[in-house]
């Protein structure tokens, strides 16, 4: 237990009327009562006190979304037959921002009371709550005792779909320019046979059905769809490039949303999708297809981080190739540099001989901003050209990997999402493969 601010004022004031009994002996007797009134009603409050039992029950949600407000509501119950004043703060996680705490309420004898307080979350994975911090005082407020209530809790943060959801909505209606993405596909075309239908005008002279012609008296279309049952895998990069902080969102976290996004409209065309990362954080999720391996897909992503290990492709192709057993478009998504030579380019030219390579280079804000500066003075110009060089040397690198049989997509973080949908539907519409 200790002291209130009251307390400390009250000692303080009897420390300086003891000077009273010293000038006048006659009022020591006096000076004596009111200290020992003062010690009892110490003791009575601290026995007050010790009797005091409190509960509390916290309710939260299981998931919440990646920068979002989510409601935390703490019910405290006083067991006991005395009125309390209680402050509470609940132990959330330190990165954790929330408002209206500490709180305080007064609890009767026997009585309950609800406290509601909101949080959000600056970090995906799984928030863990410990405690519930109070510190109780009675009625009378000389003494304060802090009490610690155990209430262990999880909460898992996934990334924020939100923005998924509506380009999901969007890649069904036709408003797909909108959010940037391009869809090229033409009716009637693709490399997986439909049906049979009448001809109309648009349909190629090479989609004619001559027999069906013959058989029907009319023009007769063979209608195909694009290829279903194929292979998505993604290889993700963890390392510490992308750890990188943009304007909203972190290189990784641009990455995880991209890669559900465009997860989710694989699983909509029928494909199956899974993913391994490298550097520094290896998992694997099997290629599947259907609601389960959407949700198997973000239970491994959720509280995926960047780490402070470099990346090694090598390593990293090596694996992926014992784990594919059939041929699939592998989105690799990294942030490649200069300095990693042709490590990088030879080990996707490795995979490009079985499977399709789709390479999402992201590219650097701070390059970008080199580039785009003036240059208004000799050493603004220096760190132009040095950047200039790095550029080009960059594009060397992308042009090298384009002839050895792989796609590329030189994107800034911000726009990954709409780039790698419209190019995933173009490859569909080419039945690349």
Not at 59 to 68: D, F, S, T
Not at 160 to 166: D, G, I, M, Q, S
Not at 208 to 219: C, E, F, N, P
Request: aromatic share 6%; proline share 4%.
């Amino acid at each position: 237990m200790t002291p209130t601010n009251r307390t400390v004022a009250a000692l303080c004031a009897l420390a300086l009327l003891s000077v009273i009994p010293a000038l006048y002996p006659w009022v020591w007797p006096l000076w004596v009562a009111i200290s020992g009134a003062f010690i009892m009603w110490l003791a009575i409050d601290a026995w007050q006190l010790s009797k005091v039992s409190v509960d509390v029950e916290r309710q939260n949600p299981k998931i919440i979304a990646h920068q979002q407000t989510a409601p935390i509501t703490l019910t405290l119950f006083n067991r006991s037959e005395q009125i309390v004043n209680l402050q509470v703060h609940d132990g959330h996680p330190a990165h954790c921002v929330v408002d209206q705490q500490p709180v305080n309420t007064l609890l009767g004898p026997q009585s309950q009371a609800t406290l509601h307080y909101t949080l959000r979350s600056g970090q995906r994975g799984v928030l863990d709550f410990e405690v519930v911090h109070c510190r109780i005082q009675t009625r009378v407020g000389w003494l304060r005792k802090p009490l610690q209530l155990t209430k262990p809790a999880k909460i898992k943060v996934y990334p924020n779909f939100k923005t998924n959801r509506l380009y999901g909505y969007l890649l069904s209606s036709s408003s797909l320019h909108a959010v940037g993405i391009k869809r090229k596909t033409q009716q009637g075309e693709g490399s997986d046979f439909r049906q049979l239908r009448e001809f109309r005008d648009g349909d190629a002279l090479r989609q004619v059905d001559w027999k069906a012609t013959s058989r029907a008296r009319k023009l007769i279309s063979r209608e195909f769809q694009q290829e279903r049952d194929q292979q998505i895998v993604f290889l993700l990069d963890c390392s510490q490039r992308m750890r990188h902080q943009g304007a909203d969102a972190s290189h990784m976290d641009n990455s995880l949303n991209a890669v559900m996004l465009l997860a989710q409209v694989a699983l909509k065309q029928g494909d199956s999708t899974g993913l391994m990362t490298f550097g520094g954080e290896e998992r694997w999720v099997p290629p599947g297809k259907g609601a389960a391996a959407s949700n198997q897909l973000i239970d491994g992503l959720f509280d995926l981080q960047a780490t402070q290990a470099m990346p090694d492709y090598d390593a990293a192709v090596e694996n992926l190739q014992r784990r594919l057993t059939r041929r699939a478009l592998v989105i690799i998504v990294t942030q490649s540099r200069n300095e990693d030579g042709e490590s990088a380019t030879n080990a996707f030219r490795r995979l490009s001989k079985k499977h399709v390579v789709l390479i999402a280079d992201l590219q650097e804000s701070d390059l970008r901003q080199a580039l785009s500066a003036e240059t208004s003075k000799i050493n603004d110009a220096v760190q132009w050209f040095s950047a200039q060089s790095y550029q080009q040397e960059r594009q060397r690198r992308h042009s090298l990997a384009r002839a050895n049989g792989a796609l590329l997509l030189d994107v800034a973080p911000e726009q990954l999402s709409a780039a790698l949908v419209t190019e995933y539907l173009d490859i569909k519409n080419r039945a690349v493969l």
